[in-house]
């Protein structure tokens, strides 16, 4: 079976910092990768999606980038932090080549920048 | 503004009653996928309806879909404390390719 897992959990850090989450999948390989940001009691905001490795889309203009190091590693960073990016991070995956299937996320990182 | 758009955005039910949640969205669909979401947790997916489906159920879900109305519904039957959620929808388009495009939400509390 597939699974995703993200680190950390909760992470706090102050403006002007560098960020580094890391979203990896197991059980799958090829998969479609996305990071999603949700600010609080609100919707989800697609950031980046890739669909294979080296290969990333960005959809909003922002301080924050995305690396696909390995087919199943997906790498959200920022070099400088900024107030606005707090938040509930959330990385997913699906089939590849199966346009509009479900999508399978994973427990979220929540974000605190002070 | 957003492809899809839960109302309401708030619901509270006594356990038992039926829950009914709806979305609209603005442009030609492949498919609509309803979500549920656990405080500070991550998405699970519910149920898929595809744009020629107009009914679909999965265990105490019911999903409607009206691409005339640009619209859908989920209906949670004798909900439990459980259920106690936020339901998203989410639509999928021929242009998005992969990509699901999320709504708002709706914040749904079950009182026991």
């Known amino acids: 079976s597939q699974t995703i897992h993200q680190w950390p959990a909760t992470l706090v850090q102050p403006v002007g910092s560098p960020l580094s989450l890391e979203c990896t999948v197991e059980?799958?390989?090829?998969?479609?990768l996305y990071w999603y940001r949700q600010a609080a009691g609100r919707g989800l905001q697609l950031l980046f999606y890739?669909?294979?490795?080296?290969?990333i889309s960005s959809e909003v203009p922002q301080n924050l980038s995305a690396s696909r190091p390995q087919d199943r590693q997906f790498i959200l960073s920022s070099k400088k932090l900024l107030l606005s990016d707090s938040g509930f991070y959330l990385c997913?995956?699906?089939?590849?080549?199966?346009?509009?299937?479900?999508?399978?996320f994973g427990p979220g990182t929540r974000l605190t920048v002070l | 503004s957003q492809q899809g758009e839960e109302d309401p955005q708030a619901l509270s039910i006594q356990e038992g009653e039926n829950a009914t949640m709806n979305c609209s969205y603005k442009?030609?669909?492949?498919?609509l996928q309803w979500y549920r979401q656990n405080s500070g947790r991550g998405l699970v997916h519910l149920i898929l309806?595809?744009?020629?489906?107009r009914e679909k159920h999965s265990g105490r879900l019911r999903v409607t879909l009206d691409t005339s109305k640009k619209s859908s519904s989920l209906l949670i039957t004798a909900s439990r404390a459980a259920d106690t959620a936020s339901y998203f929808c989410?639509?999928?388009?021929?242009?998005?390719?992969?990509?699901?495009?999320f709504g708002t939400g709706t914040r749904l509390a079950v009182r026991p």
């Open positions: 997913a995956w699906n089939w590849a080549r199966t346009p509009w299937n479900e999508q399978f």
């Open positions: 059980g799958t390989s090829n998969p479609n």
């Open positions: 890739s669909v294979g490795i080296g290969q």
């Open positions: 442009t030609s669909i492949n498919n």
């Open positions: 309806i595809r744009s020629n489906e």
């Open positions: 989410a639509t999928g388009t021929k242009s998005s390719g992969d990509k699901l495009t």
